[in-house]
């Protein structure tokens, strides 16, 4: 709870507004404070951890949401073992994502290649609109 929505529901308790006016006064606190949550620079600055993906959508007329949270952490550790796996193996695995319809090479992931792309994700936004949903992409 912020500290002028305290000093608000302070002065109901002690009489010196209405319930009206207290739910006036934190209308109007709520729309000051919507942009400033809502932007993109409220992002916390630092070392970004999580790659992140929003989808809101209107399926046949029913709102869904979908909200992934990956740790970078995790991307990491993947991009390493990937340097594991026997070259037969990789091939087969190209071959089985590029029939799913991903066309990833495994045999280009590097670590280093990684890390770069890491350091320039927490200036990234990607934001995609349609008629039915919109898409964001970033990191946090």
Known sequence: MTEQRKDILDMLAA???????AEQLI???ERDQAPAVAGHDA???GKVKYLRVVVDAND???PSRVNVRVP???LRAGVRLA????????????ASLSDSGVPIDL??????QLEALVEHLDEVTVEVDSPDATVRVFCE
């Open 15 to 21: 009489g010196k507004v209405t319930a009206e006016e």
């Open 27 to 29: 209308a109007a606190l």
């Open 107 to 112: 045999t280009q992931l590097k670590p280093e």
């Open 72 to 74: 970078l952490q995790l």
């Open 60 to 62: 046949n007329g029913e």
């Open 83 to 94: 340097a594991l796996i026997p070259p037969q193996a990789l091939v087969k695995a190209n």
């Open 43 to 45: 992002r916390p600055k």
